[in-house]
């Protein structure tokens, strides 16, 4: 995308809705600040959240053919616009984030009753047709996906050893991340469909 820097958040928003690359990377890059200044100073989003929340904004931004973009009327500056639904975005995980409690009961002994928390033969059966699923949706993306893929949900690196690893930005590591996402969602939607 030539002159990247000079075109309108309008020509850009509109690049971005027709699929064109360089466009979701150079939004991403726009936007990349005021949603770091919102995790950072509005939320004081402690480090180890900020990578997965800063990814997860960028998510739900592109989510249902970035539907929340589309409402952008194009008066104003789209960074006024984004401020606001960024507030909200980071509000909401926040929300659902289940918060870790310490056990305040002793460990039981092994002999003791059986946990409630012990999963049934039903819930272990879901969970195998659920992993079997992934798998299959693993094997239909391309070598770069899987290793992206492996090193952020399987070895969870950080963003710029991924960016290193990659030979890409930290920005587009993001960008990178939201996409499989996506595509994963598609993969596993055909593989049970196919069953």
């Known amino acids: 995308m030539s002159n990247a820097l000079h075109i309108s958040d309008r020509v850009l928003v509109d690049r971005l809705f027709a699929g064109e690359n360089e466009a979701a990377d150079h939004f991403v890059t726009r936007f990349s600040q005021l949603v770091w200044t919102v995790l950072v100073r509005d939320f004081r989003i402690p480090q180890d959240l900020r990578d997965d929340l800063y990814q997860d904004v960028f998510v739900r931004l592109w989510e249902d053919d970035y539907r929340r973009l589309r409402l952008w009327s194009g008066e104003g500056s789209l960074a006024s616009y984004l401020g606001p639904i ?15 409690r310490e056990n305040p009961l002793p460990p039981q002994d092994e002999h003791d009753h059986p946990s409630s928390n012990e999963p049934s033969q039903e819930e272990l059966a879901w969970l195998e047709q659920q ?9 239909t993306l391309d070598e ?17 050893e991924i960016a290193s690893e990659l030979d890409a930005t930290v920005n587009h590591v993001g960008v990178l991340l939201s996409r499989l996402t996506r595509q994963l969602q598609k993969n596993l939607a055909a593989v049970s469909v196919r069953k």
């Not at 960024?86 to 870790?100: F, G, Q």
């Not at 992993?131 to 094997?139: D, F, I, N, P, T």
């Open 86 to 100: 960024v507030r909200h975005l980071a509000i909401d995980r926040l929300r659902t984030r289940v918060p870790e």
């Open 131 to 139: 992993r079997l699923a992934v798998e299959q949706a693993l094997e």
């Open 144 to 160: 770069r996906d899987r290793a992206l893929y492996r090193l952020r949900y399987v070895e969870e690196r950080p963003y710029a």
